[in-house]
């Protein structure tokens, strides 16, 4: 294409705070933004000076200037708008978790087969370059065969009761802890190290009720703020996974001990090694993941830096980099993914091990 990329985004929460900023910072150009309150888009778009603000999603993917769709919207909608998006003749980037159940997401990727569009989920931890190192060293056999990988996230998000009701309180609408970072967390343990062939989870909600701030009324809470589970790969190797939101913010950590090795992803972000024939401290192997184009006021933390080099590999794949998207998740990642948060669910309803 000539010129510079230009996208739409639906959703102004995640698509407003982090999108508009990182995206524009990797060279897009954002046409239009919709959300469901006039005033609200209306304002953001002011703010952004965004030409168009729409709260009919079908206004924006039909507007001839939209290269890109970005879908940031609850779960629930995602498959409608990436079933629109792709039929409109649009590039397609769809927030995770995929969708609201395996089904769903299996008729994003056949539509996804059948056009000739990128058609993305946003797990865009995997465009870190220390992540991506990772991912090289593991291929090049530093771990050896995996026996284990033990993979934690600890953050306050939920903690506070007084926290309003919200779509992310309902399990119904695809609210919940292990769609929103348990999703990724599939999608980064399946990219570093294959396919989960079975899984035995449990998933907890501790504050059972919370205010809905449109009838003052308490409501109750459908979705887990605490998910664990065990995951068994292909190659026989295993994963422990528990993720919070009543915690305090320590982030992430990944710990990966193989027949050779061990790597681990501190919560810094920082990767670190050594192989068992080794003596002395562990190497430091960590890649700086700052994008060279990460605009001032967005934080420097793991997603917005992220979203940073996704649009950045986004914007060259539309200028005809090939290569640009190459270890990017796709539909298809997004319905394997998907496959494994579902039989996570059932595994918990039937208190059983549960084959993906
Ligand atoms: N990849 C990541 O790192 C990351 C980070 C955060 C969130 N997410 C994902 O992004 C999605 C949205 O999360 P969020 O935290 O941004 O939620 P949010 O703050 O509740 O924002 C949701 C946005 O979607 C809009 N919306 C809802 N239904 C709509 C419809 N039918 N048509 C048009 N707009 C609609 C809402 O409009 P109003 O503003 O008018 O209500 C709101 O602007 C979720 O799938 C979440 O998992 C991903």
Redesign the pocket.
Known sequence: MDGRPRMGI?????????QIPAFRAAGWDIVAI????PE??QRIAAEHSIPHAF???RLLINLPQVDLVSI????A??KE?ALAALAAGKHVLC???TALNAQEAREMWQAALVSDRIALI???LRFLPTRRRMWEMIREGYLGTLYTVTYTYRSSFRRNPNRPW???SDAAQ?GGIL??LG??MVDALRWWFGEITEVCGHLVTFIPERQDPKTGEKRPVTADDYAAFLARFGHDGYAEVSITAMALDTGQRVVAYGSEGVLILDEEERLWGTRYDERGPMHDFTVSNRHPAHPAGLPDTP?PM??VHLADALARALQGDDHALAGAATFEDGLHNQEVLDAIRQSHMTRQWQTV
């Open positions: 639906i959703g102004v929460g995640w698509g407003a705070r982090v919709c959300g469901r309150t609200k888009v709260t009919d999603y940031v919207t609850p779960p909608w995602h708008m927030e995770k978790p946003d797990h865009e919200t779509w992310w695809g769609g929103a999703s990724h997603f992220a979203t």
